[in-house]
């Protein structure tokens, strides 16, 4: 049966759809109100950013330092025997740095905590150093009861410092002293060219001033500052992932506000799209509070913040003192950075669950890797393993192609058959005897929906490889500056809803692609259907509209996403046209199918036991449809 040809009623459908977009866009455009509404969103997101950095550092006003007689005596009214601390030189808010090659951290002595974390090496999507921690975005606090029924907060306390060197490593010690030889210890050791910070949470002697009876609250709360360049899409990578003891991976929402209460987690990660913080404790939190706050409200409007994280953890004492070993990495999202700490952290890095997880981590990881030893340009290394995949899976298109011309050369007898058994009340002969000639000539309908089915793990696999892989971060490839983000050739002066204030290219190539692959493949479905019967749904306009369908859908989810995704796809429906073609034209021969499907036809057939059970049962329902007719 040959290809139909691209009929006018096809161009009327595709123009129509276009005029209809076009219309939705114009109709869509912001009113003066709604633009008078979004300023005052943006001033509103202004005011909750300010609100946000009042509640996060939790700082004092003013000072608890004492330099007299007269200040002693109310520090230590205030503070009893943490009073000491406030006496010391160290009572101010100086800042100590430690730092590597690819990590700089400032501690403050104002709550011995991490005032600032710059990664290097990565700058914003805007050209700016990339902080982590900054302008008291995030902070870090211990609230615990005192013998003398005080609460008290370890960031509104003073540490002393002290600096020293094992080796290549640098390592601070915060105290928070009581005396010289009692105090609450934080201890942190920086290693050269390691995100992992060694943090220690030490006390000694503190049994008599701690109250015993009541637990020393962990409190860590980030703010997550926006570093990409699509906030949406940075938006929705960014999550609260944790571990429980029993190695089970978690996470909070990430489409709402979300919170759990859990026990015995080992570590928590303040996941960002391409950055994470991540706390880990060597000894399981027994039980930990966890929340996620979405500070994105609107995606349309700039915003510094994504969502902002909060854990609160209960410290248990031994003998009357604290005594935790944890890690803190600061650092990017970079799976084989992350493989080589035997946590299970490598985990924040979501390349799907199941089987898409398991085709990235031992099939693309390792191809992406190998690729990127020889070719410095990432666009062509997408090209080559999309190249590389299509070689793999042109076996089942091979497989899809065949038995859809097997399909064809059966057409002409399915037809006969229809024309047989006209009719509602023949519909189970017909089915009956279709499936007699298909069982004879050795074909299946199923053999090229197969085929199919077996390219989605890999569709999916790819789905969250490259919005995931940081490498692509920042790398450009002909008109798109990053690869990890979408790429705009045109700024509308408007934003449309789902679609955005700019137009991708690389979306559009790849929506022209997947309408030839489509139009190529209900050409290949239609010979693998039989003909058409009575009373059953015209499969023949549904692809078509599918057809339609498919490219649109491409045309305005894919205008936000990642562009090195739609360039895959644009490149592989290339390819998947291409492998078509020289099948069809000169690997598939009709002659040598039918002659092939008439050498099975004299063949013995043994049926299968499914096979015998299923004509048993539509002989059933024939005879019992023709005891109703005798009866009516």
Known sequence: MEEKKFDINSIIGFVLLGVIMLWWMYTNQPTPEELAKKNNTEQIVKDTTVAIQKTVTNTV????????????????????????????????????????????????????????????????????????????????????????????????????????????????????????????????????????????????????????????????????????KSIRNENQHTELYYEKEDGKIDYLSVARDDDAEEEDVNWV?????????????????????????????????????????????????????????????????????????????????????????????????????FLKLFIGNYGLIIILMTIVVRIFMSPLVYKSYLSSAKMKVLRPEMEEINKKYPGKENAMKRQQATMEIQRKAGVSPLAGCIPALLQMPVFFALFRFFPSNIDLRQKGFLWADDLSSYDSVFKLPFKIPMYGDHISLFPILASIAIFFYMRMSQSQQMNMQAPQQEGMPDMQKMMKMMMYFSPVMMLIFFNMYASSLSLYYFVSNLLTITIMLVIKNYIIDEDKIHAQIQENKKKPKKESKFRQRLNEAMKQAQEQQEKQKRRK
């Open 269 to 369: 990660a303040f996941k960002q799209h391409f950055f994470s913080s991540i706390l880990i404790s060597e000894k399981a939190f027994k039980k930990a509070k966890l929340e996620s706050r979405n500070l994105v409200k609107d995606e349309e409007i700039d915003t510094v913040y994504t969502k902002s994280f909060h854990l609160n953890a209960p410290l248990s004492l031994e003998g009357g003192e604290l005594n935790y070993d944890m890690k803190w990495y600061i650092g990017p999202n970079d799976y084989q950075i992350l493989k080589k700490y035997d946590r299970n952290i490598k985990e924040v890095v979501n390349l799907g669950w199941g089987i898409f997880g398991f085709i990235n981590r031992a099939v693309f990881i390792p191809v992406f890797n």
């Open 61 to 228: 006003k003013e000072p608890l330092q004492a330099t007299d007689s007269v200040s002693l005596s109310k520090a230590k009214a205030l503070l009893g025997d943490f009073a000491y601390s406030t006496t010391l030189a160290s009572a101010s808010e100086n800042e100590t740095i430690l730092e590597n090659e690819v990590l700089k951290l400032v501690i403050s002595n104002k709550g011995g905590q991490i005032k600032e974390a710059l990664i290097k090496n990565y700058v914003t999507h805007d050209s700016l150093p990339l902080y982590m921690v900054k302008d008291n975005n995030a902070s870090f606090n211990l609230n615990f009861g005192t013998s003398d029924n005080r609460t008290l907060n370890t960031n509104d306390l003073f540490f002393e410092p002290t600096l020293t060197k094992n080796g290549a490593n640098q390592i601070l010690s915060m105290k928070l002293k009581v005396s010289e030889t009692k105090y609450l210890e934080y201890r942190y050791e920086i290693i050269p060219n390691e995100y992992m910070v060694n943090f220690t949470i030490h006390s000694q002697g503190l049994s008599s001033s701690l109250n015993t009876t009541q637990n020393i609250n962990l409190d860590w709360n980030l703010v997550g500052f926006r570093h990409e």
